[in-house]
């Protein structure tokens, strides 16, 4: 909210994506609008403070920073996973949103980290990086972040993991990259549906009787 104007990026306002309405069958320029509003909020939200933080991979900051810069990066994937997979529909009686959300998120790191990740791998990452991290404002376990390895995630002592926060960010630059120019792709039904659903869940906007978690 700034000046009774509620932004959802910058230099967008909520009525600028309101404007668009856009659907799978809108055209291709107002796909356009809409990914630039989307990459806007997404630089501007995440990677530019992640930038400023890390302060241009200087060891020094990355280490004073390092909680701070990990908790933006699992916020960012947590965001990145519901728009690649969509929001969660509540419905009673069906898995709680918890267990989904972690399924989802180790799901995205092993298909788009997939040389980095394995099952194992994700659900400590999940379980001792995010959760610890982001819940409690520290690493579970003895699992520990670091910024000078040459891999972004390695197994130590006893089953914990070291997670690289330097590779980290440089790693989720060139996905989101790649999800922008599949973004951009007319025959990306699925992902392009997905996106619609979670834009539409940042800008409260719902179908009939539906109600998402995000």
């Known amino acids: 909210m700034f000046k009774n104007e509620i932004y959802i990026a910058d230099n967008y306002k909520l009525s600028d994506y309101l404007g668009i309405t856009l659907t799978m069958r809108s055209s291709e320029l107002e796909w ?53 997979y969509g929001p969660t529909i509540s419905k009673r009686g069906t898995l709680s949103y918890n267990y989904e959300n972690k399924t989802k998120f180790t799901k995205f790191l092993k298909e788009v980290f997939y040389n980095d990740f394995n099952s194992k791998m994700a659900a400590r990452f999940y379980e001792d990086i995010r959760c610890g991290v982001m819940h409690f404002g520290t690493t579970k376990r003895n ?45 990306q039904t699925k992902l392009r549906e997905n996106f619609i659903m979670a834009m539409n869940y940042i800008c409260n906007i719902y179908g009939k009787d539906e109600k998402w978690e995000i």
């Not at 989307?38 to 990355?62: P, T, V």
């Not at 390092?66 to 990145?80: K, P, R, V, W, Y």
């Open 143 to 187: 699992s520990r972040l670091t910024c000078d390895s040459n891999c972004l995630i390695s197994e130590i002592a006893d089953g914990n993991i070291s997670v690289d926060i330097n590779i980290l960010e440089k790693k989720l630059e060139q996905y989101f990259k790649k999800y922008i120019k599949e973004l951009q792709q007319e025959n």
């Open 32 to 84: 356009e609008k809409a990914i630039n509003i989307f990459i806007a909020r997404m630089q501007g939200r995440y990677f530019d403070a992640i930038n400023k933080l890390s302060d241009n991979e200087n060891e020094i900051a990355m280490q004073k920073y390092g909680f701070s810069i990990i908790c933006i990066q699992c916020l960012l994937i947590d965001t990145l996973v519901k728009f690649r």
